[in-house]
């Protein structure tokens, strides 16, 4: 699996903002999931993935996130990169 669909695979599952679950199309995070995707690598701690992602998601809906928001997620996506090597 890519950097890519491990980050998206993840963000999708965790659905932050809640959208998914009302009925958003399967492509909604989409962007923020490229974008940090290649902001991250197996090399970042959890903190350092929950806070590239708070700051993403913050900056695209427009609201002040907290990386705590992202931890479980964070550990998800390092758990993905270190089994794949990426």
């Keep these: 699996m890519d950097k890519y669909s491990i980050v998206k695979s993840a963000i999708d599952r965790a659905d932050p903002d809640g959208l ?3 009925g ?9 999931s ?6 991250i690598s197996e090399n970042n701690s959890v903190e350092k993935i ?3 992602s708070a700051k993403i ?12 928001k992202f931890m479980e997620v964070a550990a998800e ?3 993905g990169l270190e089994r794949n090597g990426k």
């Design 20 to 22: 998914l679950e009302i």
């Design 57 to 68: 998601f913050s900056r695209t809906f427009n609201s002040l996130i907290s990386p705590d």
């Design 77 to 79: 996506i390092l758990r």
């Design 34 to 39: 490229e974008e940090i995707a290649g902001k």
């Design 50 to 52: 929950a806070e590239i």
């Design 24 to 32: 958003a199309p399967p492509d909604e995070y989409d962007s923020e």
